[in-house]
Nanobody, 119 residues
């Protein structure tokens, strides 16, 4: 069974940077892609970024494009989200998730980590 364990996050001032990490453990890990999502208080979960596991292609929500960078290390089974130029509206709980095949949805989730950006 695949498990995702997140680290990073915390409190930062607007304009600052944070890095989130997500490590996969369990059986042989070879997902189709890994995603980052976030949920702000009182709001639904929203897509932030994704990285294709095999090729490393990345995709971003318009709200974070140019500020966030997703990357994966398939030798370590980790995926990171480097967040720069953070804004108060980036405040949310961030989740990593694995999409195990092209035809499946994101079905394995990390525990979530809080990111708070103060103005």
């Amino acid at each position: 069974q695949v498990r995702l364990s997140q680290s990073g996050g915390g409190l930062v001032q607007a304009g600052g940077s944070l890095r989130l990490s997500c490590a996969a453990s369990g059986r042989t890990f070879s997902p189709h892609s890994m995603g980052w999502f976030r949920q702000a208080p009182g709001k639904g979960r929203e897509f932030v970024a994704a990285v294709n596991w095999a090729g490393g292609s990345t995709y971003y929500a318009d709200s974070v494009k140019g500020r966030f960078t997703a990357s994966r290390d398939y030798t370590e089974n980790t995926v990171d989200l480097q967040m720069s130029s953070l804004k108060p509206e980036d405040t949310a709980v961030y989740y990593c998730a694995a999409r195990m095949s092209y035809s499946s949805d994101y079905g394995v989730w990390g525990q979530g980590t809080q990111v708070t950006v103060s103005s």
